[in-house]
């Protein structure tokens, strides 16, 4: 019969091989003579630091014996904590994720080790080790699923941070999954975790969700605002939350601002900007608190200036001008909101397409964008920023440019998969394709034939990812 292999047999094979006897292994090692020949006997577990000295005096990769200390302390004997707990710790910091994941799965289905195992996690995501924590969330979170911990919503919340920032679509299913425990989340810990889905929200467009959001958000932060600063008598010791609480009042004030924005209603956008502008109810005094009122206040004067300009105010375009590429107001979106503003109201804007026209690019749109600002553009915007100068081209009878910035806004949309300003462009050419030279025309046809080969593309990397 073959002999199972363990880390006794291994241990013992290695000395038979290399000559040596227990105490001159010993002094290898590090590990007393009398322990190894226990470990060998297999009269003593091995513990995780001599298990690494092991591995380290029999010249071998550290994390070597791993999978059969798996084996053999965790499979075929009752797992002990003491080794455990370490030996999850040396797994995180060798990035033996696999290891880790067979650990769990072995284990909960023990569920008196799921407060271990979250313990464990936190501390694994305050070192920064995030895949290692995932995995032990993972299997606190599944082990109670049926129960309504906070700490189950906790482990959500933790694997929600974890997930998000690979991809929008990425963003999406974490977000989705994670928003079911938020209520169940401490009410200082729902704020953060608030204000992270509506941003997640705002970033893929899904503007009625960042509006229900945004509500909750100022809802839930105003009754704790009332606790903490206007209730004479506390129960006990408020927790604080990630950031001053009149950050996330003022953030939900500026989200509705933005979906208004959206949805055309800039005079309703401009009411917001009010109500996240008048700061005389902040009690707060902190340095940071002061750094919030600031930038508030930036965001305030350029968006006032923007919606006026919305809301046909030509007398604006001066300051819209001066804000369009600065902490406050990005590149893309200040020159979007402009130029449908002149399509809009048949206004003149040649200085300033001027003025910004060596920025008109992919690259230079990219640099242009601003910072300091809660959300961020979208490079969807690029392509139809394109489309509204070629709107506003060929309103003035520029149609040989109208027709370049046409045929750049297909381009930039068969690079973004942005179906939906493809379909204006094409509207729009065929409206002025009669005042086309044949060579516009054969160009026209050479770019639909890529914006078609690219969605066909688009769309199995999309069935893909499902």
């Not at 305050?126 to 309504?148: N, R």
């Not at 729902?190 to 929200?201: H, K, P, S």
């Given at each position: ?180 425990f938020v209520e ?44 903490r600063f206007y ?103 200040g020159l979007l ?130």
């Amino acid at each position: 019969m073959q002999q199972h292999t363990t880390i006794q047999t291994e241990l013992a094979a290695f000395l038979r091989k290399e000559g040596q006897t227990i105490n001159q292994f010993a002094g290898i090692s590090g590990v007393n003579s009398g322990t190894l020949s226990s470990i060998i006997n297999g009269n003593r577990p091995i513990a995780m630091q001599q298990l690494d000295r092991i591995t380290a005096g029999m010249g071998l990769p550290e994390g070597a014996f791993y999978e059969l200390y798996i084996d053999e302390c965790v499979v075929h004997s009752a797992p002990d904590w003491r080794r455990l707990g370490p030996f999850l710790h040396r797994c995180a910091e060798l990035d033996k994720l696999e290891c880790i994941r067979q650990v769990v799965q072995i284990i909960m289905d023990n569920i008196t080790y799921a407060p271990l195992l979250f313990d464990t996690a936190e501390e694994f995501y305050g070192q920064g080790k995030l895949q290692a924590a995932a995995l032990l969330y993972e299997g606190v979170a599944d082990t109670e699923k049926y129960q309504h911990s906070e700490r189950l919503a906790l482990c959500q919340y933790r694997l929600f941070t974890i997930r998000i920032g690979q991809s929008p679509e990425a963003d999406f299913r974490a977000a989705t999954r994670f928003e079911y425990f938020v209520e169940r989340l401490e009410e200082i810990d729902q704020l953060e975790a608030l204000r992270q889905l509506a941003d997640i929200y705002i970033a893929l467009q899904h503007w009625e969700k960042a509006r229900l959001l945004a509500e909750e958000l100022r809802h839930k932060t105003s009754i704790q605002y009332e606790i903490r600063f206007y209730k004479t008598k506390k129960k006990k010791e408020l927790r604080q939350a990630p950031r001053p609480l009149c950050f996330y009042i003022l953030y939900a004030y500026w989200l509705q601002s933005k979906v208004c924005e959206e949805s055309g209603e800039y005079e309703r956008a401009l009411e917001y900007v009010g109500l996240y502008t008048e700061m005389s109810w902040i009690v707060e005094e902190s340095e940071e608190v002061q750094q919030i009122r600031a930038q508030f206040s930036r965001l305030g004067t350029v968006c006032k200036s923007l919606y006026r300009l919305m809301c046909g105010e030509l007398e604006a375009l001066p300051e819209v001008m001066e804000s369009i590429g600065t902490p406050g107001l990005g590149l893309l979106d200040g020159l979007l909101k402009t130029v449908q503003a002149a399509n809009r109201y048949g206004w003149e804007v040649d200085g300033l397409i001027s003025r910004f026209q060596p920025l008109l690019t992919p690259e230079g749109a990219a640099f242009g964008q601003a910072e300091g600002t809660p959300g961020r553009e979208t490079p969807e915007q690029y392509p139809v920023l394109l489309y509204e100068l070629a709107l506003y081209s060929l309103k003035a009878e520029k149609i040989e440019q109208g027709i370049r910035y046409i045929f750049g806004s297909l381009e930039a949309s068969a690079a973004l998969g942005s179906i939906a300003c493809v379909i204006r462009c094409v509207r729009l050419f065929e409206q002025f394709r009669p005042h086309a030279s044949a060579e516009a025309q054969d160009r026209y046809k050479q770019l639909i034939n890529r914006v078609q080969i690219a969605h066909a593309e688009q769309t199995v990397k999309t069935q893909d990812q499902l």
